[in-house]
């Protein structure tokens, strides 16, 4: 899914949308919640989306295209950019997942939350784990100059981040007070 999918989920979350005492809490709810809707999914598409609702891809997307840009031709080995590259996207991730949430609050008409407790922390933590675990998994990962690392364990771990994101959702979700 997307960055989109994570700030429409805490945009849900809002105790000024819809009905006051809502936010999505279960999987299906917060499935529904991730396509924009207030009502919740089947439990197929609920488990597709518990899978990948938490995956930034937004920023990865971008980490992707930057990486490419920097590769000299014809090489294959990390260069020492690669980490530079990975700590700004690092750090962008749950800015990024901010500025859209906040979009999307603006766009409503309600005030900008400038207050930290009031911001998507769980989204802005979780996308920010799913990028780590992203990163990871790339071909040209700057985690590749480590001798442990290796496609196998890369792939495990992009599947098991993303799973327990999933699960975890509904222990973090919480009302977004305005």
């Known amino acids: 899914m997307s960055i989109a999918s994570m700030t429409e989920i805490a945009f849900q979350s809002r105790t000024d949308i819809g009905e006051a005492?809502?936010?999505p809490k279960t999987f299906t709810e917060i499935a529904g919640a991730a396509g924009g809707?207030?009502?919740?999914?089947?439990?197929?598409?609920?488990?597709?989306?518990t899978?990948?609702?938490y995956v930034p891809t937004e920023t990865l997307t971008l980490y992707v295209a930057v990486l490419a840009a920097l590769q000299p031709p014809g090489k294959e080995t990390v260069s020492g950019p690669?980490?530079?590259i990975f700590w700004c996207f690092l750090i962008a991730t749950p800015l990024v997942i901010w500025l859209v949430y906040i979009t999307k609050v603006?766009?409503?008409?309600m005030p900008i939350p400038w207050a930290p407790l009031k911001w998507p922390l769980w989204e802005m933590?979780?996308?920010?784990?799913?990028?780590?675990?992203?990163?990871?998994a790339l071909p040209t990962t700057p985690f590749g100059s480590f001798l442990w690392y290796s496609t196998g364990l890369a792939g495990v771990?992009?599947?098991i981040t993303s799973t327990v994101l999933g699960l975890l959702a509904?222990?973090?979700?919480r009302p977004l007070n305005p």
Do not use: D
């Not at 809707?37 to 989306?49: D, F, G, Y």
């Not at 603006?106 to 008409?109: P, R, V």
């Not at 933590?125 to 990871?136: D, E, K, P, R």
């Not at 509904?170 to 979700?173: I, S, V």
């Open 82 to 84: 690669s980490w530079a």
């Open 51 to 53: 899978l990948t609702t």
């Open 106 to 109: 603006k766009t409503a008409g």
């Open 170 to 173: 509904p222990l973090f979700a």
């Open 157 to 159: 771990i992009v599947l």
């Open 125 to 136: 933590a979780a996308g920010t784990i799913a990028y780590v675990a992203w990163a990871f």
């Open 21 to 23: 005492n809502y936010f």
């Open 37 to 49: 809707k207030v009502t919740p999914e089947s439990q197929v598409n609920a488990a597709i989306r």
